[in-house]
């Protein structure tokens, strides 16, 4: 059972340039979400989706673009990479958006923007 | 504004001795309170989930207690193995949609 899966692990962007974080699940939850973990912070909400073809905006959304075709893959986009969004990368997932859900988390995304 | 703030930011103890790590939320309307590990480079895991009327859950050496009312929140580790060594960070979920609110964390080290 794989669990929550991300790709890549490390990416290094110039700035300007774009290029999509890969998150899938095989545990078909519904609801899947983004996070980004920078030091001296707990994480922070990008984007989330309570299910296929359905999305909103979290905490700190600007600059990243997302969708939901599936059930299992929930890909995050950055238009044109900044320097701030260096950052590691997580994506969730849960059975539902309800309480007492257990969220489950893929391994990062490590980011470097130059 | 929602808040989770944990205490203290590290923490060094040796192989075998006990510690408790500390987190206070100022987040409502309350749902519930969770307590996750994340080893370096790895995604947080979760340990424990509290409601509002739980006062205690035990996970193997970890045990999370829950005091509603002060809003506090603590992490007892129960002999302490080199695997501890981790950062625990303490997550209290806000509302009926049980968005996430993260604590920075507790980096504990544990030394042979």
């Known amino acids: 059972n794989a669990g929550v899966t991300q790709t890549p692990k490390f990416q290094v962007l110039k700035t300007g340039q774009s290029m999509t974080l890969q998150c899938a699940q095989d545990?078909?939850?519904?609801?899947m979400s983004w996070y980004r973990q920078d030091p001296g912070m707990g994480l922070r909400l990008i984007h989330y989706s309570v299910g296929a073809g359905i999305t909103d905006q979290g905490e700190v959304p600007n600059g990243y673009n997302v969708s939901r075709s599936t059930t299992e893959d929930f890909p995050l986009r950055l238009l044109s990479a900044a320097p701030s969004q260096t950052s590691v990368y997580f994506c969730a997932s849960s059975y539902s958006d309800g309480m007492n859900t257990e969220a489950f988390f893929g391994q990062g995304t490590r980011l470097t923007v130059v | 504004k929602n808040q989770v703030e944990q205490s203290p930011q590290s923490l060094i103890i040796l192989e075998g001795k006990n510690c408790t790590l500390q987190?206070?939320?100022?987040?409502?309307?309350?749902?519930?309170l969770r307590w996750y590990k994340q080893d370096t480079g790895r995604g947080p895991v979760s340990l424990t989930i509290m409601t509002f009327s739980e006062n205690t859950k035990s996970n193997g050496r970890y045990t999370a207690t829950l005091d509603a009312d002060t809003k506090q929140s603590s992490l007892h580790i129960t002999a302490s193995q080199l695997s501890d060594s981790a950062s625990y960070i303490c997550v209290v979920s806000a509302g009926w949609t049980d968005k996430l609110i993260f604590g920075t964390g507790t980096r504990l080290q544990v030394f042979p």
């Open positions: 987190c206070n939320y100022t987040v409502s309307p309350f749902s519930n």
């Open positions: 545990m078909n939850h519904e609801y």
